[in-house]
């Protein structure tokens, strides 16, 4: 019983309830009633530890499919959130992004700032600014993905707001957050902030739907509105709120609770990322220890942007515990 519930702590953050697919239906009846875009809009999601981005389409039946995924070449600090400005360390959240976020002229050749903090982080009382996904490899805070993959994303960018589309959302993640890797860092100070992030992950994950993202209570809530119909405030604690929960969702998380509990009866929860300053994705690594930092910088920038702090990328413990 004590594994259990401490199983289902580490999948599910407090407050929320599954509801059957009658009360779901009747609550909100599509998922359109919420946000509607035009079909070709972009969602972007980026993994840390696995150091990958991935670009989403939406398609005219109203899910994204997967239209690319683009390795990382840098980004800094360690897995968690950002708190402090200078602290060199990448944001993990949800972020809308708009077209007068996208910069053409970036000094790392093409860029779009993530917006952060964002309102839950401004509640937090988390400070910094300019947190940009942009080229070349070079990395204080930011997603570096050489000029050549950050062309590419900002080209589908600016394709979807031609099409319609007002902003993108972008979902930063520590991990893919599975039942393995939620399992391998579950002695983390930031589990319960990862327990949180999952829940919207979940929701993209099954339903290729993107989730309505609000804040209260110092925590993210999901597919939610309150029941006085009133906006839900980031800075205050949670009202009642009606949340809807697919029934394919909640499914998945029993699944994923399940398999935990299974892997840590057994105790197979693996090994934790083992890294000095952030990452990079395998194929840049090899590269680098190829290569060297000198000429990684040349094929990976058209202006040459030196690799940051390429030592710390050096050691193969650096890796993830994949």
Known sequence: MALAAAVTGLLVVGGCVSMSESTYKDLFPAYSDVKVRPAGSILVRIFKEESELEVWTLGADGRYALQKTHPLCRWSGKLGPKKTAGDRQAPEGFYRVAQTQMNPNSRYHRSFNLNYPNPLERSLGYKG??????????????????????????????????????????????????????????????IAFWRNLKQGYDIFEVTRREPDVAACGGRYVFDSRRRDGQPIEPASACPPLETRVAPEVAAKRAEDAKTLQTLLSEGRGGTPMSYVDGGMHPSYRDMLKRLGAKELASQTSMTAVQISRPDALMDDSATTGR
């Not at 300019?130 to 394709?159: I, P, Q, R």
Request: hydrophobic share 45%.
């Open 129 to 190: 600014d300019s947190l940009m996904v942009h080229g070349a490899c070079s990395s204080a805070g930011c997603f570096a993905m050489t000029d050549a993959g950050v062309g590419e994303v900002y080209a589908e960018a600016e394709k979807a707001f031609a099409l319609g589309q007002g902003d993108f959302q972008v979902q930063a993640f520590p991990f893919r957050m599975t039942a393995e890797n939620m399992a391998r860092h579950r002695a983390d100070p930031n």
